[in-house]
């Protein structure tokens, strides 16, 4: 066996695994990089584009009936990554990652180019747009769930950090640059904003099935039906639930006393429950419990669950802060707002960039804690200063903040990754990867509704009184500006987060009684952002307060993580084989025969008689490779 001829070894399905090439582990990072990147793109290129996809479609999101198509186009995504990429990761050990990932590849691009062709108008065209989004979902569902582990098998334990740091800035970054394609594209023809994905999915599908392979542990087992069925009716449930409670109800400002609302959220916890108990009680469950009983990976999940609960909604806040106020103030038309809005929030991409990629390979060096600790510490840091700079605000105290945000983003993202997926046996990687994408996508959904939540909050305070007297000061009868005062407030947000004034839609006629100065004024780009400047204020005080707390949990969750296994630790070793091996290949260390397979149920190594290992040479003395 040399570096040069690759490896050949028994397949874990039985018969001969491929030869894998002492570059193999470049080729995984790539592609996968590649899929992640495209799936994360798509995630966050539709907020930024909404408003010229509705134009183009011919219809007003603002109107009560389309509020919910607005929700679904965006959110409907993520529920469906979400609920599924658990199910997809252990479907991928247990009939080949690789195989799973090419499916999310096919899936993802098939539902692209549909989403391009759209050809209608109306409510047909939101339905058909929100139909493809969910099934785009399915297929990014498959890529996120595989793609760690996918890398995990691939890269030894000592570069593990650094190539799932650049998967994670795949990840990450990708949900930043959607927000710049979207800004650029939308305008352009808003089809472009689905078509962008289509030739990098053809490429992308096609090179991953030639030229991955299966590397990684694999055993049959049968699939958990009653598991998968009660964990998706349950997440789902509660997904939907937060989707519909961000809408108005019976005079309230949102839906959580709306019955429904609160049935899907209890119910879909009851199912949470009963997956609980059915997980315990079956023989190959579909969520792997006693993962949990590795403190590195129980630990690091709590605390990337709580960072992504920070980083979600913070988006959507920064979205709407610059559409909706910062930018209409400073001189850009609403129809502008979207393209600047990404501009100005490079600085946090620039900022991810440039840490993810080092932490990742510091840590590989130094051990994660002092990363996910810090980059905990510095994103509550950052939070805590966008609190007290104001609304309108100088451009560059804004870029330095947000820039922060994204470096503490990056320093505690590839190592809280890479500690985990070490923590984990090699022939449950899949699952791993899926609980991980599952608890970070489940996350993004929860930190929506709670910023958006506690944001209303804020703005129901003192948006009324605030539309009321900014209406009548400029001539708007007293009867009118105070039925307008009680508007809902998530009417408003969506309004500056579409970059829309609604001033001329809401006033109607009152518009062509009121002096020619003061109607051109009401219905221009400065009066309503000025309206909404304080309230504003107090609705983000609470909204990124949440954040600072959970940031600070994070940081404490990612301290009890436990000791950095050293490099003769024979629990590490058991759940390295597949790390050692192509570590030896690639020429970076040596290996016992004994290391190349999973250990049995006892945790026991498979002995030289085994099948899995009769086609190996003997190893020489010393460790040196034959």
Known sequence: MTAKAGVTGAAPGGGRAPAIGPHYKWIALSNTTLGVLMATINQSIVLIALPDIFRGIGLNPLSPGNTSYLLWMFMGFLVVSAVLVVSFGRLGDMFGRVRMYNVGFAVFTAASV???????????????????????????????????????????????????????????????????????????????????????????????????????????????????????????????????????????????????????????????????????????????????????????????????????????????????????????????????????????????????????????????????????????????????????????????????????????????????????????????????????????????????????????????????????????????AHALSHLPPIGVLFAAFLGYNPMKQLLGPIVAHLPAAHAAYVTGRQFFPQLITDPFHDGLGVAFGFAIAVNILAAIASALTGRRASAGDPAQARAEPLGAELAAVAGEGSFEPSELVAPDSAGQAPQRGDPDLRDLPAPRRGGQRP
């Open 114 to 480: 549909l989403l391009a062709a759209t050809w209608m108008h109306g409510t047909a065209a939101a339905l058909w747009l929100i139909t493809w989004r969910i099934v785009q979902g399915i297929g990014g569902a498959f890529l996120f769930a595989n793609s760690t582990a996918i890398l995990t098998d691939a890269f030894p334990a000592n570069q593990r950090g650094t190539a799932l740091g650049m998967n994670s800035i795949a990840a990450i970054a990708g949900s930043f640059i959607g927000l710049l394609l979207g800004g650029l594209l939308g305008p352009v023809n808003w089809h472009y904003v689905f078509l962008v994905s289509v030739p990098f999915g053809v490429f992308g599908t096609v090179w991953a099935y030639f030229m991955l392979r299966d590397i990684g542990v694999r055993r049959r087992s049968r699939i958990d039906w009653w598991g998968n069925i009660l964990f998706a009716a349950g997440l789902i449930a509660i997904l939907v639930g937060i989707t519909y409670g961000l809408l108005p109800y019976g005079g309230h400002p949102m839906g959580w006393t709306n019955p429904w609302v609160l049935t899907a959220l209890f119910g879909g916890a009851a199912a949470l429950v009963a997956f609980g108990f059915v997980e315990t009680r079956v023989a190959e469950p579909l969520f792997r419990l006693s993962l949990f009983r590795i403190r590195a990976f129980a630990m690091g999940n709590v605390a990337n669950l709580l960072m992504a609960l920070g980083r979600g909604g913070m988006q959507f806040m920064l979205i709407i802060w610059l559409q909706g106020i910062w930018l209409p103030l400073h001189g850009y038309s609403f129809s502008r707002t979207p393209l600047w809005a990404g501009i100005y929030l490079v600085p946090l991409t620039i900022g991810f960039l440039v840490s993810a990629p080092a932490s990742g390979v510091l840590s590989d060096r130094f051990g994660a804690k002092a990363f996910t600790v810090g980059g905990a510490l510095l994103s509550a840091l950052s939070f805590f200063f966008l609190i007290f700079i104001p609304v309108n605000f100088p451009y560059w105290v804004f870029a330095l903040i947000v820039l922060l945000n994204g470096f503490a983003s990056g320093v505690f993202t590839a190592p809280n990754r890479a500690e985990m997926m070490n923590a984990v046996p090699a022939n449950q990687r899949g699952a791993a990867g899926g609980m991980i994408a599952t608890f970070m996508n489940t996350a993004f959904v929860l930190s929506i509704g709670i910023f958006f939540t506690l944001m209303v909050a804020g703005l129901s305070r003192s948006l009324p009184s605030a539309l009321s007297g900014g209406l009548t000061v400029q001539g708007v009868p007293a009867a009118a």
